[in-house]
């Protein structure tokens, strides 16, 4: 499985930006294809999930209202848009990709929010 993020920037806060992961190497019948986010300093965090098969998506609590993750079967592309950016969503963004787990990762996508 490769994964590759982009659409990554340096933005200011209110701004929205897409997020994209190119997903290939394989069919993703029965996987679950998520974007996590590491912040300087801290530890990597999940942001939002969505399965492949039907849609069904999760968020994370300090997800949910901004942020919407989305697929695209035909293209097997994965998108994270997010809404009235913040400072504190400054960080790495990674998809992740796997059956039971996330077990296949991109190679991130930074994200600065600043004025």
């Known amino acids: 499985v490769q994964l590759q993020a982009s659409g990554g920037g340096l933005v200011q806060p209110g701004d929205s930006l897409r997020l994209s992961c190119a997903a290939s190497?394989?069919?993703?019948?029965?996987?679950?294809m998520g974007w996590f986010r590491q912040a300087p300093g801290k530890e990597r965090e999940f942001v939002a999930g969505?399965?492949?098969?039907?849609?069904?998506?999760d968020y994370a609590d300090s997800a949910k209202g901004r942020f919407t993750i989305s697929r695209d079967t035909a293209k097997n592309m994965v998108y994270l848009q997010i809404n009235s950016l913040k400072p504190e969503d400054t960080a790495v963004y990674y998809c992740?990709?796997?059956?039971?787990?996330?077990?296949?990762w991109g190679q991130g996508t930074q994200v600065t929010v600043s004025s």
């Open positions: 190497g394989r069919t993703f019948n029965g996987y679950h």
């Open positions: 969505i399965r492949w098969n039907d849609g069904f998506t």
């Open positions: 992740a990709a796997g059956v039971r787990q996330y077990d296949s």
